[in-house]
């Protein structure tokens, strides 16, 4: 299985912040990756896909970049709304795996 | 609006059995692919199977292959997950999702969930 590193596990920011989440495969996956955010006790919200592609409705504040094993998912001003869970997720092969998860809190 | 709504979940013994099911709607169910993501207490989301459209080739997580089993009901607009000889490492928060039109294993529509504890 290929496995997905992330980091930081969590990071404390603020309002406003810029926030930057790195995933590393441990094999390439070309541009085959997902993010994702969860809150708790909801259920997990698709952010983008092939990387950079970011799903409808989902605010231009977060990008995503990186192909092969390295990538990065950023918040360019965080918003209240912003603090969670972020995972990435590799479907090059299955099974599809995901990283162990990035936590944001409040600062 | 997609919804997906998991039941099933509750408290089973180790060595058990349970039956979770996903109700989906606000989409043509019989067109895409769908799986069943878990959440172990503490722990990452891990993918546990994924099935297509049509109910063919399903693909199972080591960790589960051999005692879950994933169908579908496109009649009835519902994924089933049908678990056997349950063990503690299982206890997780089960999520039903949709896979994306044209992206394998890729999933943009997720459930809430719903919560499987085994123990004694």
């Known amino acids: 299985d290929i496995q997905m590193t992330q980091s930081p596990s969590s990071l404390s920011a603020s309002v406003g912040d810029r926030v930057t989440i790195t995933c590393r495969a441990s094999?390439?996956?070309?541009?085959?990756l997902a993010w994702y955010q969860h809150k708790p006790e909801k259920a997990p919200k698709s952010l983008m896909y092939?990387?950079?592609t970011l799903e409808s409705g989902v605010p231009s504040r977060f990008s995503g970049s990186g192909s092969g094993t390295d990538f990065t998912l950023t918040i360019s001003s965080l918003q209240p709304e912003d603090f969670a869970t972020y995972y990435c997720?590799?479907?090059?092969?299955?099974?599809?795996?995901f990283g162990g998860g990035t936590r944001v809190e409040i600062k | 609006e997609v919804q997906l709504l998991e039941s099933g979940g509750g408290l089973v013994q180790p060595g058990g059995s349970l039956r979770l099911s996903c109700e989906a709607s606000g989409f043509s169910f019989s067109t895409y692919g769908m799986a069943w993501v878990r959440q172990a207490p503490g722990k990452g989301l891990e993918s546990v199977s994924v099935?297509?459209?049509?109910?063919?080739?399903?693909h199972y997580a080591d960790s589960v292959q051999g005692r879950f089993t994933i169908s579908r009901d496109n009649s009835r607009n519902t994924l089933y997950l049908q678990m056997s000889s349950l063990r503690a490492e299982d206890t997780a928060v089960y999520y039903c999702a949709k896979k994306r039109e044209a992206v394998p294993d890729y999933f943009d529509f997720w459930g809430q969930g719903t919560l499987v504890i085994v123990s004694s």
């Open positions: 997720q590799q479907y090059d092969s299955f099974p599809p795996t």
């Open positions: 094999q390439g996956i070309s541009r085959w």
């Open positions: 092939a990387a950079s």
């Open positions: 099935i297509s459209s049509s109910g063919d080739s399903p």
